[in-house]
């Protein structure tokens, strides 16, 4: 069996994400592959969309959005993600009727956790963009309760019925699934599909984030190993496999093949699915280094790549409409290197759609 050096393992990883020299064609095309991308906060969704797609723009965005070719719905993890709406059933599939914290906490709210989602599923079909406050009207005094860190939303969503209207800097609006395709929830459920939620996930997962261990899926899929092994015995023997340096066994959907390094910096956003997608987390930079992108209270900074290497964190600073960005540098950059960097920080502000202001290197 194959043995693949940290190196290896790591421009394999950035390349499969679309980090490298193949991006993908379009927004909807990167999140399908990736199997979500994570959007708690959208502006970083939305920059982690940018890293992967060619020559994307704030209106191709805002079209896919118009047209419902990505919806914000809570998946993985129970963390909201932009996904394509073919891959909701799946995460139906998957979570849906999992013992999870909503059930258990509004029961201790006394209050019926079926008949709130009925209640918000005929107001979700009275009209096509549902406001949170009329939420909030709905279910009058313990509203707050009912709708921390997402709440019964988040059910709605995992039901197959609400999803987040994407918009920055945060959701306004939900909507029914109804109003994507008109699609029944009868038909919805009885569509015929090739795999299941689970095998799709493992699928995509091995492809886009491979090669990666069974512990790395669980990680980022969010499951026991109890739940899945089924799965993983039927499809794993049909994946490539190879031994890290650490002995692990690594999965790959597609044969690892050499990846030539790209001298262009990749400004990864916070965030950003290649650092919430693993258990091991020193892969990409080492173990002092983790610190600096792994922070508390569940946050994952900014990332400087540089020919496939760790070199840093970074923040923008937005003034009306100018951005200033600082780098926290873990390595020595080369004036050269400086200067690519400056480039695509300017790219990114042009995302942005912001006057690029100037970049700040500092040596940590």
């Excluded at 979500?36 to 079209?63: C, H, M, P, W």
């Excluded at 920055?168 to 609006?173: A, D, F, W």
């Excluded at 900014?302 to 923008?316: E, S």
């Amino acid at each position: 069996m194959r043995v693949l050096s940290n190196s290896e393992i790591a421009q394999s990883r950035l390349s499969n994400s679309g980090l490298l020299h193949m991006k993908f064609s379009s927004a909807p095309v990167a999140s399908r592959a990736l199997f979500g991308i994570q959007s708690q906060y959208q502006q970083f969704g939305e920059i982690s969309l940018f890293n992967r797609v060619n020559d994307l723009t704030k209106a191709d965005l805002q079209q896919d959005y118009d047209q419902k070719r990505l919806i914000k719905i809570w998946g993985q993890r129970m963390t909201v993600h932009m996904y394509t709406p073919s891959d909701w059933f799946f995460i139906h599939n998957v979570y849906a009727s999992r013992n999870n914290w909503i059930k258990k906490h509004t029961g201790t709210l006394g209050r019926d956790l079926e008949t709130l989602l009925e209640e918000m599923e005929q107001l979700l079909l009275s009209e096509e963009k549902i406001p949170k406050e009329a939420f909030a009207k709905l279910f009058g005094e313990q509203a707050k309760d009912l709708m921390i860190w997402g709440g019964v939303f988040i059910q709605g969503s995992l039901d197959g019925k609400l999803f987040c209207v994407p918009e920055s800097p945060k959701t306004r609006y939900y909507s029914h699934r109804y109003w994507i395709d008109s699609e029944t929830e009868e038909s919805w459920l009885s569509t015929p599909r090739q795999q299941t939620g689970i095998e799709a996930m493992m699928d995509r997962y091995f492809t886009a984030y491979g090669p990666a261990t069974v512990h790395d899926f669980k990680h980022w899929a969010g499951l026991p190993k109890f739940e899945i092994q089924s799965t993983l015995d039927k499809i794993l023997p049909t994946y490539f496999c190879y031994i890290g340096e650490d002995g692990k066994n690594y999965y790959s959907k597609t044969e690892i093949v050499p990846v030539p390094e790209q001298e262009k910096p990749i400004l990864l956003g916070k965030f950003d699915p290649l650092f919430v997608s693993y258990g091991k987390k020193n892969w990409l930079a080492n173990e002092k280094e983790t610190s600096l992108i792994w922070r508390s209270a569940g946050h994952i900074e900014a990332v400087l790549i540089l020919n496939g290497h760790f070199y840093g964190t970074w923040r923008y600073k937005i003034t009306g409409n100018r951005i200033v960005f600082h780098f926290y540098l873990s390595k020595k950059l080369f004036k050269k290197d400086q200067k690519q960097v400056e480039q695509q920080a300017m790219k990114l502000a042009a995302f942005l759609c912001k006057d690029y202001e100037g970049c700040t290197f500092e040596q940590i």
